[in-house]
């Protein structure tokens, strides 16, 4: 992608990503968007006031428009790895829009009623859910991967700029017009979004293979994480510090009203001062990665975030409490962006919308299951106790370093290999044809025979991830140089799709195996087709075992 060089950004630092015409249309859009989803949460909230005088029923709404992030997180996940990602956000925006008109026509009818209000911020949840995890994944493709960290931070500047003005706006809005108002401009504000999608010309590799089925290829993002170090440890550590720092979020109005004795003018303060550190975090994430490790700013971030919080608990100070929850909310925001650019920065690009979607359930789930147990507490314990447990549970966090650490990611390692063409087979087989089983034979220095098992687990990690199963290395009884890998897929399309999966790291893996291989040896590979009892059609039918040696070993 070509770039259009500008004067007034600098050629680095953290304003670079928007020199990419690409980026910085789909960017400036997303600022309408933040505001628009924000601007939903306040109208929402107050139409239910009105509706409802039930407390727990205000409370739904927020919970409505939560829950999509973590259940369609996924599915969306997976449709962007699969199809267009252009296409998968303009379909999730085109939703959210469609949704949005929808409400805004019941409301001014006057035909909304609470049940409708909630299923409607689900649906519209949905829609924003759906384009996230093809918005995050497309960021690589719009700019240089020198330039991720600067753009995932300027992803994230968007929101909480939002943020920070996003519910006084909302609040005006419903003040002068209505709640329908204000659902009438959250249908606009997704529409330069979807324009600057539709604007967008994306380069498009065709596959030599049809997409998966939806549940199988969620399936195999499930697979590839469960396989995955880097992206197991990630999605950890996303959690436990979503948990334990959920608690000024869930609590802040009874921060506001107890501790400080404020209104809802103290409320909002205190909003727009995380928002405001929350951006300022933003701002300096490329700086920090130049600086620090992502394991040695996690640990940090963890002791400030639980100094900020312990500071809350026994501030009765306005500007103190408030300057305390914009360091949290910077060191929020620097844990959340440093994370994203650790899961883009880990994986290929065949499942980075998988991954970021996993990651991103995992946040969202720590939040929402955080903010319920740390209400739970507060009724039993009093705010303050629980502001200093969860201020030492953050703190606890960096722990989490010495269990589950954080490498830093091998970016170079991620480009997939060709292997050329499929593999010749005697007996015509489809896509669904299976199960198939793999078989490698090695022929090894028996002096070597440790130090070849430990170079096969690698081997292993590269198979499961990449979607093999019933993995096993065997050694011959008789001839003890020869060794035997077998794995299996569940059809002929499957085993395609791996050695399309095959990157420069499953390369490496492959060749420090290879290298203890005697001199003048050559792989013997064979795949056989299982056909269970009962499944031959036809007598002539009989069970397929191809074999053939030498060349590039694939999985």
Known sequence: MSAEPEAQLPAGGRFAPLREPVFRRIWSASLFSNFGQLILGVGAAWEMTRLSGSPAMVALVQSAMM??????AMPAGAAADMFDRRRIAIGGLSFAILSSLALTGLAFAGLTSPGVLLGFCVLIGSGVAFYGPAWQ???????????????VALGTISYN???SFGPAVG????????AQAAFAVNALCYVPLLLAFGLWRRPMLPSRLPP???????YAGARYARHSSPIRRVVLRAFAFALASASTSA???LIAKDMLGGDAGTYGLLLGATGVGAVLGALIVADVRDRLSTETALRVFALVGGGAIAVIAISRNVAVTGLSLALLGAVNILNIALLNVGVQLSVPRWVTARALSIYQSALTGGIAIGAAAWGAVAARAGL????????????ATAALGFVARLAEPDEDGLDTVDLGEDPQLALPVTMRSGPVTIEIDYCVDPSCAREFYDAMRAVRRTRLRNGGFDWSIARNLA?????TERYSCSTWGDYLRIRARFTQADLAAQAAADAFMLPGCRHVVRRCLERPFGSVRWRQDSPDTHQDTGGIIAP
């Open 137 to 151: 994944a497309s960021i690589g493709e719009q700019v240089g991967q020198e330039h991720l960290p600067a753009a």
């Open 251 to 253: 609590l802040a109005p």
């Open 212 to 218: 998966e089925r939806i549940d199988r290829a969620i």
């Open 171 to 178: 609040g005006v809005i419903v003040l002068l017009a209505g």
């Open 67 to 72: 829950l999509p992030l973590m259940l369609v």
């Open 479 to 483: 001839d003890p140089a020869i060794w």
């Open 384 to 395: 303050q106790a629980t502001l200093f447990a969860s201020a030492l549970l953050v703190a």
């Open 161 to 163: 700029v939002a943020r």
